[in-house]
């Protein structure tokens, strides 16, 4: 069997989905902990000097790339499957309580994943592309990054949309976080529980209050106030 | 009457098999691949021989009325199979399950087929094993094994309660193998409606495309009818919807003889009627017997609930009549005192027409876990037909048209009376007897289609090497066809006022009241004529609606019950005519003065083998049963 | 008891095909959802009209032949219950009752509620097997069995192949059906020696045949009527991924 065969066979295709997923989700550990950098009391330095690391670390921009790869992977599969999961069924039920058998969230992996795609091209576009591409971060009389965070924050829509997407992100990965496991072969009896409980923590606990905490701090006013 | 020939290898008992595998012609595997075999059914027997026919290089070809092979009603068999494995130490041997089975049949079975059956019953579980059914294990890997009614050793092996699926799906799986090698071509959906005959030899089949509707023919230089049992001819029984006698009706319509019809099995743990609208019956495995305990109410019309009525008011009629083997007498047996109980006016339930089959001591010695992993599917299946726990109260159960130990008679070879076609599992008559223990038709299945017919059909394929297939163009398929299709025209131009199950149902009725599980010479006489009567209606006044030409199940039970009608008088001819009662048969005027069945040995040791004349009824010629090793005697279960 | 019953009327696989409405008198909560069907059949047979077809044999939930989706759930609402084990009592006096076919492009409809499964027998002789001709096994204890092992492969082994799991799934994967068979196999020490192409013949057939891809949502599980765990598509996925990355 080709490679080729493999990635375009239903269990390939979703090996795919689960890896780049899981590598996304560390991914995110790694930005919240960048984040989490704005509430250290010193005006804004650590995420100041942390933003710098980024755009100037060789490693980094190598995992760039495979950021960037995952990400096209992740959703180029989501595309492909999605299409394909549409053709199965030419006749569609005229009673289907679907809803009894599964969670609304399971099942719509691709609705969540198109509200975070959205937000994520938002987001790169006011933060990455600016300071990356153009490059305009850690020299001096430069924008001060945490400043501009705190500011992108106390815009109420921004906040909203920022918050919306987070509660998205967390249902998909509470879904997704055990489903790969699962794909990946990697669960059974005994871990099942387990696997499915680290899950929901690590998508409503750490992503989902971690980066919900960032809006919200920052638009009451009771983070960032010494930028 | 013609002198039936058994075929049965001369020599000692123990060797009769092995000499004859060592002698019988082979065909080489360059022949084999010229040579064609029709299979029809798709069970046990049916699916183990097309595997392993196509396994050796025969080309195959399998038929079966369902969707998918996996779905033969073999699939339903719960309880277990049967194999002289002794791997207990409890005595068991080739020897022992010989006899009992030859014992259980009440000795109205041939010696040299059930010897072989016990013989190859070791290699079945092996061969299951290798599929990888998956068999109840000790906690030390080992494989596990029950004790089953009629016999003192456990020697039945078991899938919890799913025995037949598991054994199924092994064989549909070795069957799938062959489909995907090329060398078996699996016809679903498709039903047989006549066997072909050139110069007295069968030659192939006339088939209906269930879903296009059209006829197919096709041609084979054996045919093996593994179609099994023909139980639906009492309308209510435990056997599937579909199940039916067409392919032997057909076959014995064009020659192949039919061997003690009247050999019916009444199973006693079957789950009562509940009303008007039943379409079947639902068994609880013999299994149960193992761990429930069968009583009535001592008093009639009792009206107290079960849990109400104390010990000593409790009629355990089993363990009283039948003290060394109680629970676990033979089925026959168990459904006779049943019949007597309930016709003493003990019977529970609403219809007064059950007894109860009760758990709760052994859930007091063995806990409620043990019970429930032993037989938890089982107690749940009860549970969502009636409504009613089985933990809690006793279930209800009644005996029920069950197997048909009657079929097509056969040869030691399982070969019919027409040169090329064969007989296997259900179908035939060969191994039960008069009835049938519990966990062995499984083993006769297997053992038919495995282990035997793959040796035998070789002896009659060694002669046709020369033979080269016939076109289906050639003027015998022609005629086969057309007559196919005018009995489907004259089935379908009567347009009458009542639907088939109308028939069926009433013809279950009198079979059941007349010639059920106690038959007396008025009942038979008068039943061989309201059955001709009910088939003249029938052909008077069925209705069945749609197109011949296109996907019509009233068209299929039509076909199913215009040959019950006719089975049925056979059925009833040869009980009226077997003046003794034995197994599964009980003739009320024959019975010891305990309501014991009295078998007469100097005048009834043989096989009814029913030839029929077209027009004219039907003839019966007697296979004489001799019994070189199991004398017969008096059956005793006390 | 009276109802009401929507049914699902096709004429043959090229017809569109549109629900058809039964009133029901006279229902028994004692009937068996199958045997409702034969009491309507019946009446439709004296009225002249042709009857429903549907698919059903043993009666007794294990042939997996019947396949009816009732009020959206496949075999009905009721928990590891195939059609025909379905009773009457379940539901109540007034109720309007949907009945469909399975629906999925793997599974054609032949006419009203019966439909062509031989999308699962092709998926089975890809590799559903362990190759062991007749006659040449070994004694069956010479093959111990950890009980624990056998009993987890008699839980996969259970599957009806009635396809409940295609039908109620959203994407009509066929994974649980596949995993069932796989993970059985992969279980015993007898299914070793083929694991790896059973696992990638068995896929690669099942794709072949139009089921989409298992998206992990569970329904699958939830109305199969052998309550056959989702795990065994974790193994299915284990065995698929190992046979790629070892061959």
């Given at each position: 069997m080709t490679i080729k065969q493999f990635l375009y066979s239903s269990v390939g295709t979703k090996a795919v989905m689960a890896l780049t997923g899981l590598f996304l989700s560390i991914f995110l550990i790694e930005h919240l902990y960048g984040n989490l950098l704005l509430f250290y009391n010193d005006g804004g330095n650590a995420f100041i000097e942390y933003s710098h690391t980024l755009v100037h670390s060789l490693f980094i921009r190598i995992v760039e790339i495979f950021l960037f790869a995952s990400l096209i992977a992740h959703v180029a599969q989501a595309i492909r499957i999605t299409r394909q999961n549409s053709e199965v069924r030419p006749v569609k039920y005229s009673v289907y309580k679907v809803k009894e058998t599964s969670t609304w969230f399971s099942r719509n992996m691709g609705i969540t994943g198109s509200v975070i795609l959205f937000f994520i091209v938002v987001h790169l576009w006011q933060f990455f592309v600016p300071y990356r591409i153009t490059g305009t971060v850690g020299g001096e009389g430069q924008v001060n990054v945490a400043q501009e965070v705190k500011e992108a924050f106390q815009n109420g829509w921004y906040a909203a949309l920022y918050l919306v997407s987070v509660a998205f992100l967390a249902f998909h990965l509470n879904h997704g976080f055990q489903s790969s496991f699962r794909t990946l072969g990697l669960n059974n009896r005994k871990y099942e529980n387990v696997i499915s409980l680290a899950g929901s923590i690590f998508a409503f606990v750490i992503v989902g209050a971690g980066f919900a905490s960032f809006p919200i701090l920052f638009y009451f006013g009771i983070a960032g106030s010494t930028f | 009457m013609i002198k039936l020939n058994s075929k049965t290898p001369d020599g000692p008992l123990e060797t009769k098999w092995t000499v004859y595998r060592s002698t019988v012609p082979l065909v080489s595997p360059s022949n084999k691949r010229n040579l064609e075999i029709i299979v029809i059914g798709s069970g046990l027997a049916g699916a183990s021989a097309s595997a392993s026919l196509a396994e050796l290089g025969y080309k195959v070809k399998c038929f079966c009325f369902q969707d998918s092979a996996r779905r033969a009603h073999s699939i339903a068999a719960q309880g277990g199979i049967n194999a002289a494995k002794n791997y207990r130490n409890d005595g068991d041997s080739i020897y022992r399950l010989f006899y009992d089975t030859i014992k259980g049949g009440d000795y109205r079975a041939r010696e040299g087929n059930v010897y072989r059956l016990a013989e190859v019953s070791a290699n079945i579980i092996d061969q299951c094993v290798a599929q990888g059914v998956p068999f109840a294990r000790e906690y030390g890997g080992l494989l596990d094994t029950r004790s089953f009614g009629?016999?003192?050793?456990?020697?039945t092996f078991y899938a919890r309660g799913q025995t037949g699926q598991q054994l199924l799906l092994g064989a549909y799986s070795a069957m799938m193998r062959q489909v995907g090698t090329g060398q078996l071509i699996m016809f679903t959906r498709h039903e047989i409606l006549d066997i072909v005959l050139i110069d007295g030899n069968v030659r192939g089949i006339i088939a209906r495309d269930l879903v296009t509707g059209q006829l197919e023919r096709h041609f084979g230089h054996a045919v093996i009818l593994a179609s099994g049992g023909y139980g639906n001819v009492f309308y209510l029984s435990t056997n599937a919807m579909g199940c039916n006698v067409t392919a032997i009706w057909k076959a014995h319509r064009k020659g192949a003889f039919f061997g003690n019809p009247c050999y019916t099995q009444i199973h006693p743990t079957c789950i009562p009627v509940s009303g008007d609208h039943q379409s079947k019956l639902t068994l609880m495995s013999e299994g149960l017997r193992n761990d429930g305990r069968i009583w009535v109410p001592k008093i009639k019309d009792e009206t107290r609930k079960p849990n109400e009525i104390r010990e000593d008011e409790r009629d355990y009629y089993l363990e009283r009549r039948y003290p060394a083997f109680g629970n676990l007498v033979p089925r026959d047996i168990a459904s006779r005192a049943a019949k007597e109980r309930c016709d003493a006016g003990c019977g529970v339930g609403t219809s007064k027409r059950a007894v109860f089959l009760d758990f709760r001591d052994s859930i007091k010695r063995l806990g409620r876990n043990v019970v429930e992993a032993k037989y938890g599917n089982l107690f749940e299946m009860y549970e969502k037909i009636t409504g009613e726990n089985p933990y809690q109260v006793p279930m209800r159960i009644y005996p029920a048209a069950h197997?048909?130990?009657?079929g097509l008679w056969v040869d030691y070879e399982l070969s019919t009376t027409i040169p090329g076609l064969y007989c296997i599992g259900e179908a035939n008559f060969s191994d039960h007897g008069a009835n049938r223990l519990g966990a062995s038709a499984l083993m006769q299945g297997l053992a038919d289609g495995y282990f035997v017919i793959p040796y035998t059909i070789g002896n009659y394929l060694s002669k046709e090497i020369r033979t080269k297939p016939i076109s289906t163009d050639h003027e015998e398929f022609s005629k086969a066809e057309k007559n196919v299709r005018e009995n489907i025209s004259r089935l379908m131009s009567v347009k009458g006022k009542h639907s088939v199950d109308h028939f069926h149902k009433k013809l279950g009725k009198i079979m059941w009241d007349k010639c059920g599980m106690g038959r007396n010479e008025k009942g038979l006489a008068e039943a061989i004529s309201e059955i001709k009567n009910l088939r003249d209606e029938f052909w008077k006044d069925v209705r069945i609606p749609g197109e011949a030409g296109d996907f019509n199940p009233e068209l299929e039970k039509a076909g199913r019950v215009a040959d019950f009608l006719e089975l049925g008088e056979l059925i009833c001819r040869d009980a009226l005519q077997r003046k003794e009662s034995c197994g599964g048969h009980f003739r009320e005027e024959f019975q010891t003065g305990e309501g014991e069945a009295k078998r007469d040995d100097q005048n009834f040791a043989y096989v009814a083998a029913w030839e029929f004349k077209n027009g004219n009824g039907w003839e019966m010629h007697k296979e004489e049963l001799k019994f070189e090793v199991a004398h017969p005697t008096q059956r005793s279960y006390k | 008891m009276n109802l009401t019953l929507k049914v699902w009327r096709q004429k043959n696989k090229y017809d569109k095909g549109g629900f058809v409405i039964y009133p029901m008198e006279g229902v028994s909560h004692e009937m068996s959802f199958p045997e409702m069907f034969d009491v309507l059949n019946e009446r439709l047979i004296a009225k002249g009209e042709e009857p429903i077809a549907f698919d059903h044999d043993c009666r007794e939930g294990i042939c997996g032949m019947c396949s009816m989706f009732i009020n959206g759930r496949a075999h009905g609402p009721q928990k590891g219950t195939t059609t025909c084990q379905l009773h009457m009592r379940h539901f109540k006096d007034g109720d309007t009752i949907v009945v469909e076919p399975w629906r999925a492009k793997g599974f054609p409809v032949i006419k009203d509620l019966v439909i062509d499964r031989s999308a699962f027998d092709r998926i089975m002789s890809?590799?559903?097997?362990?190759?062991a001709n007749t006659?040449?096994?070994?004694?069956?204890?010479?093959i111990p069995i950890p009980k624990k092992n056998a009993d987890e492969a008699f839980d996969a082994a259970s599957c009806i192949g009635c396809g409940a799991c295609v039908a109620s799934c959203k994407n009509s994967s066929a994974m649980l059906f596949v995993a069932a068979k796989v993970s059985q196999l992969a279980l015993l020490p007898q299914g070793q020696v083929e694991r790896r192409d059973r696992a990638i013949n068995m896929v690669k057939q099942m794709d072949g045949e139009g089921f989409g891809n298992c998206t992990n949502t569970g329904s699958c599980e939830a109305d199969c009527p052998k309550q056959i765990s989702i795990l065994h598509i974790a193994r299915l996925n284990r065995e698929y991924l190992m046979a790629n990355i070892l061959e």
């Open positions: - | 009629g016999t003192q050793v456990e020697r197997y048909t130990m009657g | 890809a590799g559903g097997f362990i190759s006659g040449s096994a070994q004694d069956a204890n010479n």
